[in-house]
C-alpha cells in the first residue's frame, strides 16, 4: 500500500503539537540549558557577577513581628536549605570558580546561605535587602545596586546573595530558590549570560 505524504506530514505536525502542548518534548530546551548554564560558569571563571537567590526557606516574605538583628523572628533556612547552600559552594569549587567578593544581603536566610557556600568570605550589604515587605524605596534601592555591579572590575567573579525581588528588579528573571542569575556589565548595561542551578 502505497504511503501517503500528506498523511505522513498531518501525523507528524499533530505528534509534535501534541508532544509540545504535554510537556513530552524536553530535549531541544534542556540541551539549550545546558549550553546557557556552561556560558554562565565559563564568564564567572572570567570574573562575572552572579546574584543568587538564598536557599530554600519555606514560607512567604517576612514573619510579623520581623526585627532585622533576630533570626528567631525571621523566615530561615530549613535542613533542606541548609544542604542546599553547602552544595552551592561544592559547585562553585567544582566548576573552578573562586568569587573575589561574596556580598549578602542582612536577612538571616541570605547570610546564611553566603557562610555555608563560601565560609570566611561573606560581606553583609544592606543595599541588597529585601524590599518585599515595603515597595516603596524599590527604585532607589535597585538603582544603588545596579551603581554597585555595574563597578565591578574583576578579576574574579562577584557573588551577591540577595532576595526573589532584588534579583527580578535587576534582571526581569524570576530565580527559584538556590538559583544563580549570571551578569556581565557591557558598558553602562549589565546583560544577562545564563543562569546556575543547584
Not at 170 to 177: H, N, V
Amino acid at each position: 500500500m502505497p504511503i501517503d505524504p500528506q498523511a505522513v506530514r498531518r501525523t507528524a505536525f499533530l505528534a509534535t503539537v501534541l508532544l509540545a502542548i504535554f510537556g513530552l518534548w524536553p530535549a531541544p530546551a534542556a540541551a539549550e540549558s545546558d549550553e546557557e548554564e556552561k556560558s554562565a560558569w565559563a564568564a564567572l571563571r572570567a570574573g562575572a557577577i552572579v546574584l543568587l537567590r538564598h536557599a530554600d526557606a519555606p514560607g512567604m516574605g517576612d514573619p510579623a513581628g520581623f526585627m532585622l538583628g533576630d533570626c528567631r523572628t525571621q523566615r530561615n533556612l530549613d535542613a533542606g536549605g541548609r544542604e542546599q547552600a553547602r552544595r552551592i559552594g561544592a559547585r562553585f569549587r567544582a566548576q573552578k570558580v573562586r568569587p573575589g567578593k561574596v556580598l549578602a544581603s542582612q536577612w538571616c536566610r541570605t547570610m546564611d546561605t553566603a557562610k555555608a557556600a563560601f565560609p570566611g568570605l561573606v560581606e553583609p550589604a544592606p543595599v541588597f535587602n529585601s524590599f518585599f515587605q515595603d515597595r516603596a524605596g524599590a527604585p532607589e534601592q535597585t538603582a544603588m545596586a545596579r551603581a554597585l555591579l555595574l563597578g565591578w572590575e574583576g578579576p574574579s567573579a562577584l557573588v551577591v546573595v540577595t532576595h526573589q525581588v532584588n534579583i527580578t528588579a535587576l534582571t526581569g528573571i524570576f530565580p527559584a530558590s538556590g538559583e544563580g542569575v549570571v551578569l556581565r556589565r557591557a558598558g553602562n548595561e549589565l546583560r544577562v549570560v545564563g543562569r546556575i542551578r543547584h
